[in-house]
């Protein structure tokens, strides 16, 4: 009887963990951007609606609190925070300026300092490679870690392609590897580690062989 017991409580919760996030998935769809929507309207092809999401921060019962999305429409994308209230999940900041591209998507929370607090990897793939940002809560606003370059207009380009985040030296903060991808026969530049500093990755060696 006890070990039926254990059983039917591990099946329970497995499936309560299975139901959550289920729910989540469903409510990071309600949180989809209308404008991504209407951006494949007006290019004149079939919206494909892809949405990927971590949780950066839970309660003591494992609910989660804080969810960092990230959307896209075959081409274009978004990435959204979304926090839990009193009457539930409200859409609380999404960076602005800032170019996302890519068919899929992806978000990792990750422990870059390793103090417990978790900030969100997202990566928006295409072409084999992806384009990739790394950003932060503060309880009020997203902050963005990423090293950038200016584009046309002002729009922010993210330097962090086909990106892994590891601790590259042991020190117990994690760097990011990074490495472009090339054509044909042309010579691949070296692939890089950035170190993050005064609140934002910055380049900090490039790695040969």
């Known amino acids: 009887r006890a070990v039926g017991c254990i059983l039917a409580a591990a099946l329970f919760s497995a499936a309560s963990v299975a139901g959550q996030a289920t729910d989540l998935a469903a409510l990071v769809d309600s949180f989809y951007p209308p404008e991504l929507t209407e951006l494949a309207k007006e290019a004149g092809v079939s919206p494909k609606r892809e949405q990927c999401f971590a949780v950066l921060e839970s309660d003591r019962s ?49 422990d870059l300092e390793q103090d417990g607090k978790y900030e969100a990897h997202v990566k928006f793939l295409a072409n084999n490679g992806s384009e990739d940002w790394i950003y932060s809560w503060d309880g009020q606003q997203l902050v963005n870690l990423t090293p950038v370059t200016a584009g046309p207009n002002g729009i922010l380009l993210t330097s962090l392609i086909n990106a892994s985040v590891l601790d590259a ?5 994690l760097e990011v590897f990074t490495f472009s991808q090339t054509k044909g026969n042309e010579q691949p530049p070296p692939a890089e580690i950035y170190r993050l500093s005064n609140g934002r990755f910055v380049l900090d060696r490039p790695v040969v062989g």
């Open 62 to 110: 494992g609910n989660a609190r804080v969810i960092v999305a990230a959307y896209t429409n075959l081409t274009a994308g978004a990435v959204r925070v979304l926090a839990a209230g009193d009457s539930g999940f409200t859409l609380v900041a999404e960076p602005a300026g800032e170019l996302h591209m890519g068919w899929q998507c992806e978000v990792r929370p990750v």
């Open 169 to 173: 030296d042991g020190d117990g903060t």
